[in-house]
């Protein structure tokens, strides 16, 4: 089974960067669409951003399209997440996942979640 860990998160300003990584063990992530999810405290697990398998096809969330790009390096066996224009709101922590069913842009099509970075965003 594939094991996924995520890296990169920390404590940041309004309007800076952070470059989160998913690195993945055990198995290949190559064949697989892989997706960016985030959850606040106190709040439900929401979709972030999602790459299909090749790289070639990218989908966003309305509050994250223009300020955060996903991208992967399946040589590599890795997924990530650069975060530009950071906002209080975008504080979490955000988890990977690799695609595991039918249904896209939901927590409930993801599998093999790894423990997740924190992301801290402050005003």
């Known amino acids: 089974q594939v094991q996924l860990v995520e890296s990169g998160g920390g404590l940041v300003q309004a309007g800076g960067s952070l470059r989160l990584s998913c690195a993945a063990s055990?198995?290949?992530?190559?064949?697989?669409?892989m997706g960016w999810f985030r959850q606040a405290p106190g709040k439900e697990r929401e979709f972030v951003a999602d790459?299909?398998?090749?790289?070639?096809?990218?989908f966003y969330a309305d509050n994250v399209k223009g300020r955060f790009t996903i991208s992967r390096d399946n040589a590599k066996n890795s997924v990530y997440l650069q975060m530009n224009s950071l906002k209080p709101e975008d504080t979490a922590v955000y988890y990977c996942?690799?695609?595991?069913?039918?249904?896209?842009?939901?927590?409930?099509?993801?599998?093999?979640w790894g423990q997740g970075t924190q992301v801290t965003v402050s005003s």
């Open positions: 790459i299909s398998w090749s790289g070639g096809s990218t």
């Open positions: 055990g198995r290949t992530i190559s064949s697989y669409a």
């Open positions: 996942g690799r695609h595991s069913s039918s249904a896209y842009y939901t927590w409930e099509g993801y599998d093999s």
